[in-house]
Nanobody, 123 residues
Framework: VQLQASGGGLVQVGGSLRLSCAAS????????MAWFRQAPGKEREFVAT????????RYADSVKGRFTISRDNAKNTVYLQMNSLKPEDTAVYYC?????????????????WGQGTQVTVSS
């Protein structure tokens, strides 16, 4: 599975962005997908995850109520809608994929990673 993240950019505080992660490979739709982010000088951290059907999602406490993860299996694409953005959301955002649900906020279980897309929130 190959992952291609896009949609990052520069936005003002309170603004919105939608990230996309396009997956290639004939079994891509069966994978659990997630978004992580890494700010300068900090470790990569979990943001959100979605199961293969889109029926289950989980979020980091820091983004609950502001971010929404979704997927369109017909397009092999996962999205992260980010609203009410804050300066502390500034980071490189990575999409990731793994086969099974559970332990979703740890990096190790993820088999595939995209290249990252920069999100900068200016005040």
């Amino acid at each position: 599975v190959q992952l291609q993240a896009s949609g990052g950019g520069l936005v003002q505080v309170g603004g919105s962005l939608r990230l996309s992660c396009a997956a290639s490979g004939r079994t891509a739709t069966s994978y659990v997908m997630a978004w992580f982010r890494q700010a300068p000088g900090k470790e990569r951290e979990f943001v959100a995850t979605i199961n293969w059907s889109g029926g289950s999602t989980r979020y980091a406490d820091s983004v609950k109520g502001r971010f929404t993860i979704s997927r369109d299996n017909a397009k092999n694409t996962v999205y992260l809608q980010m609203n009410s953005l804050k300066p502390e959301d500034t980071a490189v955002y990575y999409c990731a994929a793994k086969r099974t649900w559970g332990d979703y906020d740890s990096l190790d279980p993820y088999d595939y990673w995209g290249q990252g897309t920069q999100v900068t929130v200016s005040s």
